[in-house]
């Protein structure tokens, strides 16, 4: 990706120059003449580099400089100062108030592009960095077995969908699935088979999910999917399509044995019951899941209502 800067400058003599010292070399200039354009540049594009003289007519351009630094996701941005005061009480001033570097006027074409250069660089490790720190973020909320959310992860998302959802009044459903009769194929065919098991059982729940549903393994052979803007009849009619998807069809371990596999789901809907909590939403559900492991397995099951929503967008369902 080229490099990317935005530079906020009067001076149109000046821009002209930066202008042609930086795009004959492959950079991407955008050039602002005010603060105001510039901020707004700044706060609608994307962009590396920020070139900022400091004598600006509507702002000093320390002032933008700070508001920058202020802003954490900027952090991974360099701010190099232009200016026509070259004495060490300014350099100093500038960088001690967030600027990354600092050119006085007038300057050597070489040396404006060696310190682009050079903030260039330090960009682009530091996007490094985000990236490493976003990838070790993603893979410490996963699974290891299925490549799913993990039960950690989980509890991050349905806290924020639920207080979301109560404070829009959206519908906002849960279903908990348990593998059925799972020890016993560990006990009779082995952990490993165990882990094949579980692992298609992810892969099927994934190819029966929405794009906007949050499907994650919640501990042992149990699984939970997150479903925004659901009602409790959807969610039932959702935790059917899910049996379904295991009942169908043998699951093949190694041998060449196939093990036919059921699945039992529990579903709680906040669209249904006036829950306060969203552990208090896990825990309806889990009662499902307990009411459709004693009734027989291989079935779905509705939370039992409590107090009922009461909200203008809500649709009453029939109790489970």
């Not at 120059?17 to 991407?28: R, Y």
């Not at 351009?61 to 190099?80: L, S």
């Not at 592009?113 to 050079?118: K, P, S, Y």
Request: net charge neutral; with cysteine; hydrophobic share 40%.
């Amino acid at each position: 990706t080229p490099c990317r800067i935005v530079l906020i400058d009067d001076d149109p003599a000046i821009v002209r120059l930066l202008k042609k010292i930086l795009t004959d070399h492959g950079i991407q200039v955008t050039a602002c003449p005010t603060a105001a354009a510039g901020l707004e540049v700044l706060e609608q594009q994307e962009w590396d580099i920020c070139l900022l003289d400091r004598g600006l007519p509507d702002s000093d351009g320390i002032e933008i400089c700070r508001r920058i630094k202020a802003e954490a996701r900027f952090d991974a941005r360099q701010v190099i100062m232009l200016s026509g005061y070259d004495s060490l009480e300014a350099l100093v001033e500038a960088l001690n108030l967030g600027a990354d570097d600092y050119i006085t006027k007038p300057f050597h074409s070489a040396e404006v592009l060696a310190r682009v250069n050079a903030s260039r660089r330090v960009v682009e490790m530091q996007q490094q960095l985000v990236e490493m720190a976003r990838q070790l973020e993603e893979f410490s909320g996963r699974d290891d077995l299925t490549g799913i959310f993990n039960r950690r992860h989980f509890r991050k998302t349905v806290a924020r969908a639920f207080d979301h959802s109560r404070r829009y009044h959206r519908p906002l459903s849960v279903a908990l699935i348990d593998v059925d009769h799972f020890k016993k194929v560990n006990d009779s065919f082995g952990h490993q088979a165990g882990d094949i098991v579980l692992a298609e059982v992810a892969k099927r729940f994934m190819r029966s999910v929405r794009s906007s549903d949050y499907l994650a393994r919640y501990g042992g052979e149990e699984f939970v999917v997150l479903l925004p803007e659901t009602q409790l009849g959807d969610a039932l009619t959702f935790g059917e399509k899910l049996r379904a998807a295991i009942a169908c069809a043998p699951v093949p371990i190694a041998g060449g044995e196939a093990l036919p596999l059921t699945v039992s789901v529990g579903t709680a809907s906040l669209d249904h019951t006036q829950f306060n909590s969203a552990a208090e939403m896990i825990r309806a559900a889990d009662q499902a899941l307990y009411r459709a492991k004693r009734n027989g397995r291989n079935r779905v099951e509705a939370e039992r209502r409590r107090t009922q929503r009461s909200t203008a967008t809500a649709k009453v369902q029939p109790t489970a």
